[in-house]
């Protein structure tokens, strides 16, 4: 009997979630280049990320319903098809339609069903794989979302420095064949079940479940935790360094992502020796200090220390939300994962609105803003003592 090459399957979801990342951060970049080229308002440029993001939001929830009735393998390769549809088809739909605002309406929503199929997808497929060390796995995976982040902001602005911003065009090909060439992957890969058929939990039984609802706070803590820091990045890197924005975003996004991603995978290469509750408590902590620094801070270049180290508290957060959920709730399915993406995001979406509207409040004054996301983290270290003393011998 042949075996199995799961490292195609590892291979596969690594790119999926560099797909992923290309499809929340490669847009951004070029939203200035919209406003001059297209005339699109800032208002409606703002309702761009609002429409990624609410997409994504309606696939989570509608994942927990049909994926097991379509199957993991087909709902991958399309959300593969998709994303590269999406992207490719940003070189192309401004121009062929009425509006090019319409045109680029389009494209996000394509390559955002592909992005939240992919949110929803990926961990459970490396979940359900016969590896030692799943949380190890889990953090590893993860790590690739901010690899994929890193490469785009970086790859994207040297392309501009050497070719022009005006052949965007031609990058958005570019970034459209990460996916499409990952079709093949998924089509060849193995794809194991996560739980047998017929024993896998409903929604309406999830809902019944109080644990689970201890997981769904988790994983708004660690969605919040998470993107309200980083959304915020780019400005606190601007305003601590005086620099332009392009030095901004290098030194304050890139700089988050690079140092989450170094936690993902330091935990991905060592977390088989380290108890993941233990780890995810200290992480909160860490990342409330983050958040004080950022916040108190007097010093401009302290609080941009705390922003970026804060991307090193925060990158086991979401990884290890998703372990100790389906360690603990085994028979938890592809519903529970859509259900705590959607978690994720919400909280994602939560944490950046309260940052800014409290700055609003206090006068424009960021650091306010942070010191108010501070709550996430706080309550994260919470909720992660209390399973770990609750749950303690299931874990």
């Given at each position: 009997m042949e075996k199995k090459n799961y490292k195609r399957t590892q291979l596969a979801c690594y790119l999926g979630f560099v797909t992923q990342a290309i499809c929340a951060n490669f847009l951004p970049l070029l939203?200035?280049?919209?406003?001059?080229?297209?005339?699109?308002?800032?208002?409606?440029?703002?309702?761009?990320?609002?429409?990624?993001?609410?997409?994504?939001?309606?696939?989570?929830?509608?994942?927990?319903?049909i994926v097991d009735r379509?199957?993991?393998?087909?709902?991958?390769?399309?959300?593969?098809?998709?994303?590269?549809?999406?992207?490719a088809g940003l070189a192309v739909f401004p121009d062929l339609m009425p509006s090019a605002y319409?045109?680029?309406?389009?494209?996000?929503i394509l390559y955002a069903i592909g992005s939240g199929l992919a949110e929803v997808l990926v961990s459970p497929i490396i979940e359900a794989c016969p590896f030692d060390n799943k949380e190890a796995s889990m953090s590893l995976l993860h790590s690739f979302y901010c690899w994929g982040s890193v490469a785009v902001i970086l790859g994207s602005t040297l392309f501009?420095?050497?070719?022009?911003?005006?052949?965007?065009k031609i990058l958005a090909l570019i970034w459209a064949i990460i996916p499409l060439l990952n079709i093949?992957?998924?089509?060849?890969?193995?794809?194991?079940?996560?739980?047998?058929?017929?024993?896998?939990?409903?929604?309406?039984?999830?809902?019944?479940?109080?644990?689970?609802?201890?997981?769904?706070?988790?994983?708004?803590?660690?969605?919040?935790s998470e993107i309200a820091m980083s959304q915020w990045a780019s400005a606190f890197a601007e305003s601590a360094l005086h620099?332009?924005?392009?030095?901004?975003?290098?030194?304050?996004?890139?700089?988050?992502?690079?140092?989450?991603?170094?936690?993902?995978?330091?935990?991905?290469?060592?977390?088989?020796?380290?108890?993941?509750?233990?780890?995810?408590?200290?992480?909160?902590?860490?990342?409330?200090?983050?958040?004080?620094i950022a916040g108190l801070a007097s010093i401009p270049i302290l609080g941009l220390i705390?922003?970026?180290?804060?991307?090193?508290?925060?990158?086991?957060?979401?990884?290890?939300?998703?372990?100790?959920?389906?360690?603990?709730?085994?028979?938890?399915?592809?519903?529970?994962?859509?259900?705590?993406a959607l978690a994720g995001d919400l909280g994602g979406a939560l944490g950046p609105s309260i940052v800014g509207n409290v700055s609003q409040l206090f006068g424009n004054n960021l650091q306010a803003g942070v010191l108010a996301g501070m709550g996430f983290p706080l309550v994260l270290v919470i909720t992660v003592f209390y399973i770990r003393k609750k749950y303690r011998q299931e874990y």
């Open positions: 939203f200035l280049t919209f406003h001059n080229s297209y005339s699109v308002s800032f208002a409606m440029l703002a309702m761009l990320s609002t429409c990624f993001f609410v997409t994504q939001l309606i696939v989570d929830f509608l994942c927990a319903g379509l199957g993991y393998r087909a709902c991958i390769i399309a959300a593969e098809v998709t994303s590269g549809l999406g992207l319409a045109g680029i309406i389009v494209c996000v501009f420095t050497v070719f022009g911003i005006e052949n965007w093949y992957n998924f089509v060849t890969c193995p794809i194991e079940p996560l739980v047998e058929e017929g024993k896998s939990m409903t929604m309406a039984e999830l809902f019944r479940t109080k644990r689970f609802w201890v997981f769904i706070i988790l994983m708004i803590c660690a969605g919040s620099v332009s924005k392009v030095v901004g975003d290098l030194a304050g996004p890139c700089g988050f992502a690079v140092c989450m991603g170094i936690s993902r995978s330091l935990y991905g290469k060592f977390g088989e020796k380290v108890d993941l509750t233990i780890f995810m408590m200290g992480s909160g902590i860490m990342c409330l200090a983050c958040y004080l705390g922003c970026a180290l804060c991307g090193f508290a925060v990158g086991i957060m979401w990884p290890g939300s998703i372990s100790i959920s389906s360690k603990i709730l085994p028979t938890g399915g592809t519903a529970m994962f859509a259900l705590l």
